[in-house]
């Protein structure tokens, strides 16, 4: 499975190699009552997979402190001023586990934020609550989402309808109220609330299973609800 969110900081200037650390942190908290401790995640940028296994990322209280030094080292290379990518991953042992990063940016040009992860075999996450529960959570962290893309890679790249707009996947979050009488195409929509208004919507294409790219239901489901939300000038370019 794969995330995508779109988000922009809440401050204008670049956060510290520890704070954007911090920031995966959190994301790694929510895989740790999904089976992925957080002391199994690694440092991506230790130069090969066989060393990163040297450096974990994290522990109980937050990013190592090892790791935040390799980061800043490679802000000095890199003469880091307004933006910076960094990840972790899991070592894919015994065939499961995951990656993720985030490429942040402070610049005023182009302050778009991503995070993007792949996951395989974390089962708890093949159930349509606990997914949009992590949502949640991935909400929590970054309040200022615009989207938030669930589904097989394959789908967005090969199956979705526009290629310039986000495809609908298993689940996509966009930060408006969208209504059933709009969308009566989607299997489900979560509102996202926010100091008593709705500032966004999950809208879920499958609730009874998974997601798969290998069943025509399920993508003529999301090219549906993709050609809807288009019509109606809902999803972003």
């Known amino acids: ?30 895989f ?3 089976g992925l401790p957080i002391e199994h995640w690694y440092s991506s940028a230790a130069g090969t997979p066989k060393k990163s296994l040297r450096y974990p990322a994290f522990d109980a209280s937050g990013p190592t402190s090892t790791v935040v030094e390799m980061l800043r080292a490679q802000d ?13 991953w899991t070592g894919k042992e015994k065939g499961r586990g995951g990656a993720f990063s985030t490429s942040l940016s402070s610049d005023v040009g182009n302050p778009t934020c991503i ?5 395989d075999q974390v089962d708890a996450l093949d159930d349509a609550r606990n997914m949009q529960r992590f949502m949640f959570g991935l909400l929590d962290i970054w309040p200022t ?14 199956h979705k309808v526009f290629p310039n707009r986000p495809g609908a996947g298993w689940m996509l979050y966009l930060d408006r109220a969208i209504t059933p009488k709009e969308l009566p195409e989607a299997a ?3 509102p996202v609330m926010e100091g008593g208004k ?14 798969s790219a290998d069943n ?12 809807r939300l288009a019509d109606q000038d809902l999803l972003p370019r």
């Open 1 to 30: 499975m794969y995330i995508t969110q779109i988000f922009q900081l809440p401050q204008d200037t670049l956060p510290s190699p520890e704070e954007h650390l911090r920031y995966l942190w959190e994301v790694a908290e929510l």
């Open 32 to 34: 740790d009552p999904l």
């Open 76 to 88: 000095k290379k890199d003469a880091v001023t307004n933006y910076r990518i960094t990840g972790v």
């Open 115 to 119: 995070l993007r992860m792949q996951f």
């Open 145 to 158: 989402s615009t989207q938030i893309r669930v589904g097989p890679l394959i789908y967005e790249h090969t």
């Open 188 to 190: 489900e929509l979560v």
């Open 198 to 211: 709705q500032k966004g919507t999950i809208i879920v294409s499958v609730t009874d299973e998974v997601f």
């Open 216 to 227: 025509p239901e399920h993508v003529k489901i999301a090219n549906a609800i993709e050609v």
